[in-house]
């Protein structure tokens, strides 16, 4: 049974791109195999799993083909999106949480 993890963060933050209508960025540190980067993403709390562009696993040296292509939609544009889901950690304020996150494959962003 999974454990129920409850916590409080405060953080100033900047408010990213007016056409994320205002979701802020916060700083987050992705752990892969020893490796670490840190970026800046956008915060999208009705999201039901973190999505990052292929950019990143480069950096973490994650091989992208070692992972099965599954079928995303999104909500705002209902396109359909090619991801690879990762196992790792996120550092977030210090928070480290094992988690499973999406990187795309194609230099395409997200819509």
């Known amino acids: 049974m999974p454990s129920i993890v409850v916590y409080s963060i405060e953080h ?13 960025l916060i700083p987050v540190t992705l752990i ?3 490796l670490d980067v840190t970026i800046l993403a956008t915060m999208d709390s009705g999201a ?3 999505v ?3 950019s990143i696993a480069a950096s973490l040296r994650i091989d992208l ?3 099965e292509e599954k079928l995303f939609g999104t909500v ?3 396109v359909e999106l090619k991801l ?9 304020a210090g928070i480290r949480l094992d988690s499973t996150v999406a990187f795309w ?3 395409v962003g997200v819509g």
């Open 105 to 107: 494959f194609s230099d």
């Open 84 to 92: 690879r889901l990762v196992d790792l950690t996120m550092d977030i």
């Open 76 to 78: 705002k544009s209902g």
């Open 48 to 50: 039901a799993i973190s």
């Open 12 to 24: 100033s933050y900047s408010i990213s791109d007016p056409d994320q209508l205002g979701a802020p």
């Open 52 to 54: 990052f562009p292929r």
């Open 32 to 34: 892969y195999d020893g």
């Open 65 to 67: 083909s070692r992972y």
